[in-house]
């Protein structure tokens, strides 16, 4: 078999165009613009219109993702959509997708739930899946409507997160040395309960009184989250990086997970590097779980901050706790 290097061929993203600012939270709830950004360095994040679901926004950054590529929705045969904000428990968000875009019915489809990692799941799974010849063309999605689970009255939760989706179209080359180097995943499944939606699955069906209670809204230990996402972030880095033999200085630019600037910072100190290595738009989008690092991807391409022969370290975790890393050559 010939060598078969999978790499990205276009991206595309979408933001509602509803800006909450902090100024806008700091009606809601006891907060201030001064005291969230200085915790997380967010100023606003974008919020879907009511009748915008997770497939809508899915929708544009994908049309924008299969322009950039020059792949007609026709050659897709593979779609995944990294979501925890699904427009249905049933069926997949992908299908619904699939349809608006006109993509072939002989296309296997399906969602993925690795939350904030969801993209880097997902990038191992459909490059995977190119790789084994039996796929050519991917679509992979990373989309989120998470105010529709955000606890607006929670002010220890609500500053954090945005809607918004990223897409990439991913294919095969037969030129070595470019596309995915590698990943590095995994999940620490015994802290379950630090970043969770309690309610409305079969452990806790939705009920008038789970209703009531809000169980139907992310709930969070913000500072233990912190903490262990700074830890798993740093080894996901440290552990591709030496498994590919790879210095931190030889990463053009790290496209990390957009939770909080503060854990943005503490991995750029852990590896050496300036913060102007690492893209940062969570200024601007709070964090949008799946959907983060594709947008800041396609931010980033379109910057120009991303050039030929260029490696791009991409760093998540997220809920399960889940993380991932990815490396990149273009
Ligand atoms: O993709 C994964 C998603 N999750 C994350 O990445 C979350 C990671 N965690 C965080 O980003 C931070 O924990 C937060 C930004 C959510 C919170 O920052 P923190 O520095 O960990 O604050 P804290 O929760 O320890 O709260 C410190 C104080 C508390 O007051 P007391 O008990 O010290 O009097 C809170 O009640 O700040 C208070 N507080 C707020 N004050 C003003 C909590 N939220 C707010 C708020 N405005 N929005």
């Not at 427009?87 to 489809?109: F, N, V």
């Not at 740093?234 to 590919?244: F, G, N, P, S």
């Not at 901050?305 to 889940?322: E, H, K, M, P, Q």
Request: hydrophobic fraction near 45%; glycine fraction near 10%; charge should be neutral.
């Amino acid at each position: 078999m010939s060598h078969r290097s999978t790499v990205i061929l276009g991206t595309g993203s979408y933001a509602p165009k509803r800006v909450l600012t902090n100024e806008d939270l700091s009606r809601m709830v006891d907060t201030s613009d001064e005291w969230i950004r200085a915790r997380s360095g967010i100023r606003e994040r974008r919020i879907a219109a009511a009748e915008e679901a997770t497939s809508d926004l899915a929708f544009h950054a994908a049309q924008r993702a299969l322009k950039d590529a020059g792949v007609a929705a026709s050659e897709i045969d593979l779609v995944v959509v990294a979501t925890v904000t699904p427009d249905y428990p049933m069926p997949s968000t992908a299908c619904i997708l699939q349809h608006k875009l006109g993509i072939p019915t002989t296309a296997a489809c399906f969602d993925l739930n690795a939350a904030c990692s969801g993209f880097i799941y997902g990038l191992d799974t459909a490059c995977a899946l190119l790789a084994s010849g039996r796929y050519k063309k991917a679509l992979l999605i990373g989309a989120e409507k998470l105010s529709c689970i955000v606890d607006w009255s929670d002010r220890g939760t609500c500053l954090l997160f945005g809607d918004g989706a990223g897409a990439a179209v991913i294919g095969v080359s037969d030129r070595p040395g470019v596309g995915l180097i590698g990943t590095r995943l995994g999940a620490l499944g015994e802290d379950t309960d630090l970043l969770l939606v309690p309610g409305g699955g079969s452990r806790a069906p939705a009920t008038a009184d789970s209703f009531k209670k809000g169980d139907h809204f992310i709930k969070m230990k913000g500072k233990e989250v912190f903490k262990l996402a700074v830890r798993v972030m740093e080894e996901a880095a440290r552990d591709i990086l030496e498994q590919h033999h790879l210095d931190a200085h030889q990463i053009g630019l790290v496209i990390p997970h957009q939770a909080n600037l503060r854990i943005i910072d503490a991995i750029a100190k852990y590896l050496e590097l300036p913060i102007e290595r690492f893209f940062v738009n969570v200024d601007r989008y709070g964090n949008t779980s799946s959907a983060s690092i594709p947008i800041a991807l396609d931010e980033a391409r379109q910057a120009g901050r991303i050039r030929r022969g260029d490696v791009t370290l991409l760093v998540a975790f997220g809920a399960g706790l889940t993380y991932g890393s990815a490396l990149i050559r273009w």
